[in-house]
Structures are given as structure tokens and as C-alpha cells.
């Protein structure tokens, strides 16, 4: 079924001009016809694949989550649970350029989410798989002894995943003071705290 | 100079009425005309006040860190250091109406700030006067020992600032899963571990 093929990566062409246009003029910046301008295709022909800017919209800010679960669950596994847990959390945080653009992208639209019933549906539907891939974490490191005893699951999957959007923020909004190292080693802090490792 | 305080009393109920129309519409629905319209006031009164659209929404983040400081310098302290940082930390998340209000307005602006250079100067300086709250905070834990020896006060503060920013994200966009007695366990539950306690 080569058509279905085409509509479907033509889909994410468009949503990745999308993503163009919300990192330089923001998710308000991103109308039907700057997105079609970007991806240098007719405002017509875009209509093909979205009917409306909400549409376009909703399956750009999907697209993002999705290419983040596509990479975790292609990621190679180590072997060593401590450090494979490390770089499916480095998956979700700013590491590299292409990291960058999904966590801006991402934020743009959770500020916007208040104000479109349909983004914000996403961004708790997304928040509701995060929280159960942290609690799975949490629930591992307990599993294999590199969890403190006295950890609390709920509240340890709550805080890891409340300090992991935080490490978003930072390094989309303060990329000058929070380096890709500085993410990364917050995080070995943390999973080496959670350990009770001195 | 009773002139310059109505000046500046008008001043902010006009950002609080872009406060109104934002945590409704977005910030890209925050125009000056939008924002005369909510305050009841003309648009060439408004323009007494804020000639540029730019000029209003920068005043109304930064007043939404204004009043969060006013609150933490106006707190009268228990005398209990580790009940005093919990209440101090506290104000910066959205444990009530008006906190919700102010964590609302300050995401839809972070999430713009990448679009507006004056809005991401502003969010980058917000950030490291909280950033130095912080490391004063984890520096007095520090000192009264009620963070374990083996703490590391950057990464620490690093790492409770993340924290809390994340927690204000989950607070707003997550208010059914993340009560504001869930954001409060998670800080009580991170400042026993900071301390070690079991």
C-alpha cells in the first residue's frame, strides 16, 4: 500500500516543518499556512493531509512522544540495569541537538496545552506513560537492591518524574547554565542518592 | 506622589487582567486589545500604560516572580528551619488558587519565552535568582545537618531546583493526579531524603 505509506511520512513531514516553526515564532506562530509555507508546499495540498491548524497541532506534538518511545524501545540494552535505567531516562532529557528540539517543541506546547482542550488532553494522556515508565524504574532499581529500603514507589516515581521535566525546562530555558553534562550529572546524583551511595 | 502609585497600581491590574486572559486563551491570545477589553478599559487608555504588546506581557512575568518574592519576604518564620524551607518552597508551587494562578501564567510564558527573546531574558534571570535560593537553602540544610555528609551543594541545589520546576509543570498540567497534597508529600519526602532520614 504505497499511498497509505506516502500520506503517512508526508504527515511527518509536515509535522517536523511544524516543529520548525514553533521553535523560531512559537506554537502561536504555526498556522496552517506558515506550516505549509515552511514545508514549502501549497496551503491546499497541506488541507490534504489537516484539515484544520487543532489537527496539525495534535499529531505534531504526538510525533514528539512517539519518536521518544520509538528510541527507547529501540535502544540496545547493556546489560547493567543501573546504566541502561540512565539512558532510557538521557532518552527524554536535552542530551543532543536532536534531544533539544523535542524537549523546545514539547514545552511550547504544555504552555499552550491551557489553552487547547485537545493539546492539554495529550500532554496528560503523555503524562500518565511517563509516570508508569518511572514507576517501572523505580519498581526495578527496588527489584535489584539499588533503591534505598525505606523507598516509597509512588512517591519515588512521582519525584523522579517531576526532576526529570524539571531537567527540561532548565536545559531548554537555561541552555548556557544547564550544559548536557550538567542534565546528566544531576541525574547520576539522583540514582546514586535513590542507592543511598555516599 | 499619589500620581505614580496610581500609575503603578493601574499598571498591575492591567497584567493581572493578561493573567485572566491568558490562563484562558494562551499567551498569543494576550493582545493589548484583548487585555483593555478584560480590564474594561479603552485601548488608548491602555496604551498610557503599555505602548507595545511586547512591553505588557513582559511586565506581567515578571510581576508573577514579584509577588511570589514579596510572599517569601513578607513570610513570618517558625523559628524551625526544615518547617521554614518547606513553607519557602511551598509558595513556588501551585498549592493554592492563587499559586495555581501564578504557576499557570508563568508555564504559558516559559512556553513561549523561546519565541520572544525578551520573555526568555527574563525566564533565564528568574531562573538563576532561583537557582541562588536554592543553593542558600541545600547551603542551610548543610549547616544544620539536616543534609547528609556526602552532599554535593551544586548538584543538590541543581537538583531541588529541577525538582520543584518539575512539580509546578505536574501541578498545572496534571491538577486530577498531582493534588496539591501529592506536590507536598513530594517535598517533605525529598527533604527526608536529602537528611537521610529513613
Redesign the interface.
Known amino acids: 500500500m504505497p499511498k497509505i505509506v506516502d500520506h503517512d511520512q508526508r504527515r511527518e513531514q509536515l509535522a517536523e516543518a511544524a516543529w520548525r516553526v514553533?521553535?523560531?515564532?512559537?506554537?502561536?506562530?504555526a498556522s496552517v499556512r506558515s506550516v505549509a509555507d515552511e514545508a514549502g508546499m501549497s496551503l491546499g495540498s497541506l488541507r490534504h493531509y489537516f484539515t484544520t491548524q487543532s489537527e496539525l497541532l495534535e499529531f505534531s506534538m504526538r510525533l514528539v512522544s512517539e519518536r521518544v518511545n520509538k528510541r527507547i524501545q529501540n535502544m540496545t540494552y547493556s546489560g547493567n540495569p543501573r546504566q541502561d535505567i540512565e539512558a532510557i531516562i538521557g532518552e527524554l532529557v536535552p542530551l543532543d541537538e536532536e534531544r533539544l528540539a523535542e524537549c523546545?517543541v514539547w514545552?511550547?506546547?504544555?504552555?499552550?496545552?491551557?489553552?487547547?482542550p485537545k493539546l492539554?488532553e495529550l500532554?496528560?494522556e503523555v503524562?500518565?506513560t511517563l509516570?508508569a515508565g518511572f514507576r517501572r524504574i523505580v519498581d526495578s532499581l527496588i527489584q535489584i537492591g539499588m533503591a534505598r529500603p525505606?523507598t516509597?514507589p509512588h512517591?519515588?516515581a512521582?519525584?523522579l518524574?517531576?526532576?526529570?521535566?524539571?531537567?527540561v525546562?532548565?536545559g531548554?530555558?537555561?541552555k548556557?547554565?544547564?550544559s548536557p553534562e550538567?542534565i546528566r550529572?544531576?541525574i547520576v546524583?539522583?540514582l546514586d542518592?535513590m542507592a543511598g551511595e555516599?
Open positions: 514553533i521553535r523560531r515564532d512559537g506554537v502561536e506562530g523546545e514545552l511550547a506546547f504544555v504552555g499552550s496545552a491551557l489553552a487547547h492539554r500532554s496528560e503524562h500518565d509516570y525505606e516509597d512517591l519515588e512521582m519525584r518524574h517531576a526532576l526529570v521535566d524539571g531537567l525546562v532548565h531548554v530555558t537555561r548556557q547554565t544547564m550538567d550529572q544531576v546524583y539522583h542518592r555516599g
